[in-house]
């Protein structure tokens, strides 16, 4: 897919083809006798689209690198929908694939399904029918706390208004809410909370999840818990989550937002690892600022033109981001906590900017940037990211090999958002399916190279230099493991789960024995 031409000579090419085989839209039977024959059912039937704008978008994603066309697009209103189509799978001669598409927030084609049905979860988001709508629902006990049932097609950005209202909100966040819940739990979901309260998948209570057999199975640690653990970090394969219960504690009203800028990535990376070891921030990130990165809207003019300043005569800096809650009965003592907790600190004299804003606000944070780049045509991009976790031991090897010779010596403009920032380890689960380093160290480091191709830049070539960065780790020993993994041999699929391969390889033939579900990984079905 190099260029808008070959798109669409793609496109018409594959509807010829598909032309052969379906019949006019609305007609009684659009599916080929093989294939789709057990479809013939008229709930599914209404509601499996296949006309060019369905399909286009289906076989599309962010990333914008990957095109996959499905057969067919179901927008289902309940639940039961989607089982029947499951069951219509799994009980026929002719199992065809099936993935379920939550917000189109995949990089590497990780939700589509080729030749085979795309779910897509947002058309549950409309359904009025409360008797089928799972919706967002917030409740409590002396047992378990306070806790939010949400259908998996609902976006965060959601759960987090609803929950507001009651005073309440989840303690894991994701740093973008326009995410639906049952994407991130199939992936983990972190941001700068992740330290203190676990990834998304650690703040689960209870699912309900369909199988690839069609079964409809309510999961927690206590009941079906094979099942839970598969799903969590499970990139989809076990089954499609169509309830989950999230943790919920008091919200703030406000936070402190600080960002502090270092010329020395060790002082940086122990200033880090200190604040996410001790009682004080409740989130902290890190990013790389680069000569020419993207415009950071926390910044005054003035303050972004010291920091671009400092930047060109270092060639690279990092930006330490934390974030204090509070509340009415903390708002006169605040600040006061604030000092305490900074002092001590190695950053730059003269390099510590901080801001109020509402809780709303700061977790909403990425969607004005959203906003402002889609007015500008340059959110609708290529987006060849790479999102790593690194060893906390090797982490100054990957600096000075990947931030330093690869990215700062290749002198490309950034086209980030570059974060890097440390996580504790005892906050996840080995149970899960996630996969983290396979170390002894406390902690370990997200690195996120979030690259955007617009202009006349070539995602080709970022790609390429997502290699070299992949290349060197495993030239030097740095075991990586990769966050919203993608390859493309069994071996390295292998080799990633490591010492999980095995359960979750038994977990796949216990719950998509007929390997049905999410094909897009690509984990099964490569050679």
Not at 4 to 12: Q, S
Not at 188 to 211: K, R, W, Y
Not at 383 to 407: A, E, T, Y
Request: aromatic share 12%; proline share 4%; charged share 20%.
């Amino acid at each position: 897919m190099a260029n808008a031409h070959v798109v669409h000579v793609y496109f018409v090419v594959r509807f010829v083809i598909l032309s052969l085989f379906f019949i006019a839209p609305g007609s009684s039977r659009p599916w080929p006798n093989t294939l789709f024959s057990s479809l013939r059912n008229e709930t599914i039937e209404n509601k499996l689209c296949t006309d060019t704008s369905c399909m286009t978008i289906a076989s599309s994603d962010y990333g914008k690198m990957i095109l996959q066309l499905p057969f067919g697009v179901l927008y289902p209103s309940s639940v039961s929908d989607i089982i029947d189509l499951v069951k219509s799978s799994y009980n026929s001669s002719f199992p065809f694939t099936i993935a379920a598409r939550g917000n189109g927030h995949s990089v590497r084609g990780q939700a589509m399904a080729k030749d085979g049905v795309v779910v897509n979860m947002g058309s549950m988001r409309s359904n009025t029918d409360v008797s089928e709508n799972t919706g967002i629902k917030v409740s409590g006990n002396s047992s378990l706390g306070f806790y939010a049932d949400v259908g998996g097609e609902q976006l965060w950005i959601d759960v987090l208004r609803t929950t507001l209202e009651q005073g309440l909100a989840p303690v894991s966040w994701t740093d973008y809410l326009y995410l639906t819940v049952g994407g991130t739990l199939s992936n983990a979901g972190i941001s700068g909370q992740s330290s203190f309260h676990g990834p998304q998948i650690s703040n689960v209570l209870e699912m309900d999840v369909i199988t690839g057999k069609g079964d409809f199975i309510t999961c927690s640690k206590n009941t079906n818990s094979d099942l839970f653990y598969a799903v969590l970090g499970g990139l989809g394969q076990f089954g499609i989550i169509t309830r989950a219960r999230i943790v919920l504690d008091k919200a703030p009203n406000r936070v402190k937002w600080v960002r502090i800028i270092y010329k020395d990535f060790s002082k940086f990376t122990k200033d880090q690892e200190h604040l996410i070891s001790v009682d004080g921030f409740n989130y902290v990130e890190g990013s790389l600022i680069m000569k020419n990165s993207p415009v950071n809207d926390f910044f005054s003019p003035s303050d972004e033109s010291m920091i671009n300043s400092l930047a060109s005569e270092n060639g690279i800096l990092y930006s330490l981001e934390a974030v204090k809650y509070y509340d009415d009965q903390t708002i006169n003592t605040i600040d006061e906590e604030l000092q305490m907790i900074l002092k001590g600190l190695s950053y730059e004299s003269g390099f510590l900017f901080m801001k109020d804003a509402s809780f709303f606000d700061f977790l909403n944070r990425v969607r004005d940037a959203e906003l402002l780049l889609q007015s500008l045509a340059l959110w609708d991009v290529p987006h060849p990211w790479l999102n790593l976790f690194v060893p906390k031991s090797r982490i100054m090897d990957f600096n000075q090999g990947v931030f330093v010779d690869i990215i700062q010596n290749q002198s490309r403009s950034s086209s980030g958002p570059f974060l890097v920032y440390p996580i504790n380890r005892e906050k996840w689960d080995d149970k899960m399916s996630v996969v983290i380093p396979e170390d002894d160290d406390d902690m370990f480091y997200t690195v996120a190279l979030l690259n955007s191709a617009g202009g006349a830049k070539d995602w080709e070539t970022i790609d390429n230099q997502n290699t070299e960065i992949l290349q060197f780790c495993d030239k030097s020993g740095i075991m990586v493991k990769q966050y919203f993994p993608h390859y493309s041999k069994k071996k390295e699929w292998m080799k990633h789960f490591g010492n999980k391969w095995d359960v979750f390889k038994e977990r796949k033939a216990q719950f998509d024995p007929k390997m049905i579900l999410s094909p897009g990984q690509n984990i099964f079905n490569s050679e």
